[in-house]
């Protein structure tokens, strides 16, 4: 490294020996913490009226920045319109990695988003891009940075989970009273409404959604102010970036402001509890996909074929949204542990958990893009799923019901049903199909009003509870989780946080 190269560094002045060419590029953050140029400059933006407002801008010096910041900030917009132009491909549709490439490649000399915005702002204002720096440290900008792009990433996952939680609702009308069994240890247990079984995991996503909202209102708290570790050396008026970056306030501590990725971890482990339960979803379909359940047919257009078996048509997009989940355990488990160890305030080991919610923020934005476009393309074979339901003595508990309901004490009504399925199992027959003299034999209780008791459709309904499986709870339920999706409004998926404490 030159001489010159060196005293670009945002910190040269106390340095007089090189960096080692191998260190400075292992030690470097802009290959991967360019995606926050856009929370970058907005916090920059908000940075610039603050110290103006405290007299270090005048008003041309801060319109000044205020528009070299906002070219800096098209940067991405105009690195996107080039590569799509040479690639053939539409505006604002190539890569990710293609864009991050370019950029990085375009400032070799920057260290981080930090450096660059002001290697970049540099070139548009001058010097007086180096006054901007003035009572704020790169411990404080990133700990904003990333409180911003994990609130963009929570706003995202909010709406995706609409659109899925959406889906699921639509396919759970289409389904109608169609019948299927349910299972406990992987054995079939009772007879439940498709649609039953398909809010339930409505009620998954909507409890991943508060999740989400929950970590949102926690985090909404500003850090600039807060200083490299014990607060600004100026006196910053801290609620003008706050207010200008929609946060509910400043942070309360320099100290934890600088240091805290709580709100990362927060998002990381929602992440993680929601991947659970897209990965449940996703193996139920590829077990129910499978010649033995037969349960569901797989839309073509999100399954693969084999190369060498030409029968086969591969539940891709179950697999693979299984196995994300994988990625969204093992990222929150990587953060904790970075984290669970250091002493405050800021430390370098930090960075580290940057990629973790790039790849966190990635990985639900692709599962979700899918999801609702798949859901949606569903086709059950509802005949095999009722012949499922209406064999294998699944009706066993509304008989036991049946004689509950004749007086008889539950537990010993449960040893009779007990006895009359042992029966049916060496008389080759369901319990609706055992001669009433049988059964007799086995209870006085029993008369012929048992058979309509245990029907499909009476032993759906005896579960008349909320939440239960009974056609009318069902069909109450439907509704409610439609009208909860239908109601949702933007402050459902921007929470407000003027009740929440600071965490």
């Not at 801008?57 to 132009?85: C, Y």
């Not at 109608?176 to 069994?181: F, K, S, T």
């Not at 406990?184 to 909202?213: C, G, I, K, N």
Request: aromatic share 8%.
């Amino acid at each position: 490294m030159s001489e010159q190269q060196q005293s670009a560094k945002m910190w040269s002045g106390r340095f007089r020996e090189p960096l080692d060419y191998d260190f400075e590029q292992w030690q470097r953050s802009f290959p991967f913490d360019w995606r926050l140029l856009p929370q970058e400059v907005a916090a920059s933006r908000a940075h610039a009226r603050t110290i103006a407002a405290a007299g270090i801008l005048t008003p041309d010096e801060l319109d000044k920045m205020l528009r070299g910041l906002e070219a800096v900030g098209q940067r991405t917009d105009a690195w996107a319109h080039r590569i799509s132009a040479t690639s053939g491909q539409p505006e604002y549709t190539s890569s990710t990695q293609q864009i991050g490439a370019a950029i990085v490649a375009s400032a070799p000399q920057a260290e981080d988003i930090h450096h660059y915005v002001e290697l970049e702002l540099t070139r548009e204002v001058g010097s007086l891009a180096l006054k901007l720096h003035t009572g704020r440290s790169r411990n404080e900008q990133i700990a904003t940075d990333m409180r911003l792009f994990v609130r963009d990433a929570i706003d995202q996952t909010l709406s995706d989970l609409r659109d899925w939680r959406t889906a699921l609702i639509s396919l759970a009308e289409l389904a109608g009273d169609a019948v299927m069994p349910s299972y406990t240890h992987l054995q079939r247990a009772e007879p439940v409404l498709v649609a039953h079984w398909l809010l339930a995991y409505v009620s998954m996503l909507e409890r991943d959604s508060s999740r989400f909202s929950d970590a949102r209102v926690r985090m909404n708290f500003c850090p600039l102010g807060s200083g490299a570790v014990a607060g600004a050396t100026l006196a910053l008026d801290r609620s003008i970036a706050a207010e200008a970056l929609e946060f509910t306030a400043p942070t309360p501590n320099s100290m934890d402001a600088t240091s805290d990725r709580d709100f990362m971890l927060d998002f990381a482990q929602a992440a993680s509890t929601l991947g659970l339960h897209i990965s449940r979803f996703a193996e139920e379909l590829t077990l129910y996909a499978t010649a033995e359940f037969g349960f569901v047919d797989l839309p073509e257009a999100y399954s693969t074929g084999s190369s060498a078996m030409p029968q086969k048509k591969n539940p891709d997009l179950t697999e693979l949204a299984r196995g994300k989940s994988a990625r969204l355990l093992g990222a929150a488990t990587a953060l904790a542990t970075l984290i669970k160890g250091l002493p405050l305030a800021y430390n370098k080991d930090l960075q580290e958990g940057q990629e973790q919610i790039f790849d966190v923020a990635d990985t639900l934005s692709g599962v979700l893009r899918v999801l609702p476009g798949f859901t949606s393309s569903l086709k059950f074979r509802f005949d095999k799923m009722q012949t499922a339901a209406e064999t294998g003595y699944l009706n066993a508990m509304a008989a036991a019901t049946y004689l509950s309901n004749k007086g008889v004490p539950f537990r010993k009504a449960h040893e009779i049903i007990g006895n009359a399925v042992r029966l049916g199992l060496d008389k080759g027959l369901e319990l609706n199909a055992l001669p009433l003299s049988d059964l007799q034999q086995l209870s006085e209780h029993f008369s012929e009003d048992f058979f309509a008791a245990i029907s499909l459709r009476a032993t759906l309904d005896c579960h008349d509870v909320t939440g239960g499986t009974a056609t009318s709870r069902v069909k109450q339920a439907l509704q409610e989780a439609k009208l909860r999706v239908l109601n949702m409004r933007t402050e459902d998926l921007h929470p407000a946080n003027t009740e929440a404490a600071h965490g």
